[in-house]
C-alpha cells in the first residue's frame, strides 16, 4: 500500500502506474517481478539422456549399441542460446539414446 506524498490519500494502481485523485503519479519500481530466470539446471542436457527423447523424424544414424540404421532425433538448446542444439538420437530397434557431436 502506498500512499500519496502530496496529499496523504491513498494511489490507486493504474496503467502500471500509481495514480492519486489529486493528480499525482508514481511510476511502479522495476521489480524483479516479472524476472525470467536464465540459471537455467546446468545438468538439463545431461538428465534428459537417460529419460526417453520424444519421436522425432526419423534419420539414417548407426545405433553404436545394436548396430541398427534408424533413429529419431530430437534438438536439445543447450544451457547458452549461443551454443548449436545438441542432437539427441534415439534407436529406433533397441530405444537406447545417444548425443550427437558435430
Ligand atoms: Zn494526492
Ligand atoms: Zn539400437
Keep these: 500500500m502506498e500512499f500519496c506524498p502530496d496529499c496523504g490519500a491513498m494511489?490507486?494502481?493504474k496503467d502500471g502506474k500509481l495514480e492519486c485523485s489529486c493528480g499525482y503519479t508514481k511510476n511502479l519500481s522495476d521489480d524483479n517481478e516479472y524476472e525470467v530466470s536464465d540459471n537455467r539446471e546446468a545438468d538439463e542436457t545431461v538428465k534428459m539422456l537417460g529419460e526417453d527423447v520424444e519421436v522425432g523424424p526419423?534419420?539414417?544414424?548407426?545405433c553404436p549399441e545394436c548396430g541398427?540404421?534408424?533413429a529419431t532425433y530430437k534438438l536439445i538448446q543447450t544451457r547458452s542460446a549461443d551454443e548449436a542444439p545438441t542432437r539427441i538420437f534415439k534407436c529406433s530397434k533397441c530405444k537406447h539414446t545417444w548425443r550427437a557431436y558435430d
Design 58 to 62: 526419423t534419420v539414417n544414424e548407426i
Design 68 to 70: 541398427h540404421d534408424k
Design 11 to 13: 494511489l490507486l494502481p
